[in-house]
């Protein structure tokens, strides 16, 4: 099975708002609300920020949110801030009782 | 805290096997499943394997399937991963990681470990 599409990269300036979408399919993102995304640092474990679609973990910022519409699942992040620069995967389960990621997102703070 | 710490990563050769462990502390072990993903050297995260709280669940990506083995001992709050016939496609960071919400399979992978990395080399 295939990774999920995510942009290689995206950029933004501080302050400004970016939003990542991830598009699977209807065996996976479309047809459950188990869609996650991640934050990782370099050289560091991915952060888990958002669960079940548009939930965020305790302790993650409000800046943080998520959404999804058929098959693509997004990322949006607002007020966007030095230390959001980092790679974001969003993952989803799948009819086959795995788990699959996107490919991953570079963001760059401009 | 949560504290998931991975070991025996290391150098093997291809068709040789290799162990993992990860050992976790600070929450109700029995009570979480638990993942293990890999991300080899500059890549993306890749799903390696799922195991359910009790054990009798187990799920794995179709790149691992027949090679991999994903288990657990409650009583050592421990989670393995038996890898054989290794190929070099293996050589990546594995973590581990525990799902959010207890008794859940699917729900996020809210807690990571540091990673253990695994070189395949001849």
């Known amino acids: 099975q295939s990774a999920l599409t995510q942009p290689a990269s995206v950029s933004g300036s501080p302050g400004q708002s970016i939003t990542i979408s991830c598009t699977g399919t209807?065996?996976?993102?479309?047809?459950?609300?188990?869609v996650s995304w991640y934050q990782q640092h370099p050289d560091k474990a991915p952060k888990l920020i958002i669960y079940?679609?548009?939930n965020r973990p305790s302790g993650v910022s409000n800046r943080f949110s998520g959404s999804k519409s058929g098959n693509t699942a997004s990322l949006t992040i607002s007020g966007l801030q030095a230390e959001d620069e980092a790679d974001y995967y969003c993952?989803?389960?799948?009819?086959?009782?795995?788990?699959?990621f996107g490919g991953g997102t570079k963001l760059t703070v401009l | 805290q949560v504290q998931l710490v991975e070991s025996g990563g290391g150098v093997d050769q291809p068709g040789r096997s290799l162990r993992l462990s990860c050992a976790a502390s600070?929450?109700?072990?029995?009570?979480?499943?638990m993942h293990w993903v890999r991300q080899a050297p500059g890549k993306g995260l890749e799903w390696v394997a799922l195991?359910?709280?009790?054990?009798?669940?187990?799920h794995y990506a179709d790149s691992v399937k027949g090679r991999f083995t994903i288990s657990r001992d409650n009583s050592k709050t421990t989670l393995y991963l038996q890898m054989n016939s290794l190929r070099a496609e293996d050589t990546a960071v594995y973590y581990c990681?525990?799902?959010?919400?207890?008794?859940?399979?699917?729900?996020?992978?809210?807690?990571w470990g540091q990673g253990a990395l695994v070189t395949v080399s001849s």
């Open positions: 990681a525990r799902v959010l919400r207890y008794f859940d399979f699917w729900s996020g992978l809210d807690n």
């Open positions: 600070g929450f109700t072990f029995s009570s979480y499943a």
């Open positions: 195991i359910s709280y009790n054990g009798d669940n187990k």
């Open positions: 209807s065996s996976d993102v479309g047809g459950y609300n188990y």
């Open positions: 079940e679609v548009s």
């Open positions: 993952s989803s389960y799948t009819s086959t009782s795995t788990v699959i």
